[in-house]
């Protein structure tokens, strides 16, 4: 935990298939602890294709019971139908976008917000940006993607930046903070002209 703190959690990610990931990890975590999903990352790579959303999206009934037999993974068939559901689905926001991550980034205008917590009390379960997240995502046919799991899916992917005050990955005291907690769904035409030049990594928790 303390080496995913130090290394994932916040840092802005814009690589599709690590977006993906998060994705399918934060909605699995839902009703357990994020240190036994971090534990079971590896082997969910391993089970699901590398948890590539082209190769998932292939998958058949034949792959949701070789899944449900795995003890590497969450053995949840609404989770495991919901990650294929979701691969579909990520395809479909990818071709209309020109990528997910110009999509997702679009609910925050492309820039991370900075929160500045002054204590891990002050941060939300879910705000209204993850709110509106959650319903266009859910609207496209997404599962598993409740406000919460959205805002620690944001959390996770350097969306937003929760690091408390003390904190050494915490921004510093130069950097604005977010002027705005309005959500702004993202426009296609608009969305498809943001960079998509991929970056780092990122994660957090939820239900």
């Not at 071709?95 to 917590?117: H, K, Q």
Request: charged residues 25%; contains cysteine.
């Amino acid at each position: 935990m303390r080496a995913y703190h130090d290394t994932e959690w916040g840092v802005p990610q814009h690589d599709d298939r690590v977006l993906f990931e998060f994705l399918i990890l934060e909605g699995a975590q839902a009703g357990l602890s994020w240190e036994t999903i971090l534990r079971k990352r590896g082997h969910y790579r391993r089970a699901m294709s590398g948890l590539h959303p082209a190769r998932v999206a292939r998958y058949t009934a034949a792959d949701v019971r070789r899944l449900l037999r795995d003890p590497g993974i969450v053995r949840n068939r609404a989770k495991i139908e919901a990650a294929i559901a979701n691969a579909r689905a990520f395809l479909e926001v990818a071709l209309e976008f020109g990528s997910f991550d110009r999509y997702i980034w679009g609910f925050v205008g492309g820039a991370p917000r900075v929160n500045r917590p002054r204590r891990p009390g002050d941060i939300p379960a879910r705000t209204p940006v993850s709110e509106a997240m959650s319903a266009d995502l859910r609207r496209r046919g997404f599962r598993f993607v409740g406000p919460t799991i959205c805002y620690a899916f944001m959390q996770a992917v350097g969306m937003v930046n929760d690091h408390v005050a003390g904190c050494y990955r915490a921004p510093r005291s130069g950097q604005p903070a977010s002027a705005s907690s309005r959500a702004r769904l993202p426009s296609a035409s608009r969305a498809g002209r943001a960079s998509a030049a991929p970056r780092s990594r990122g994660t957090a928790r939820k239900t």
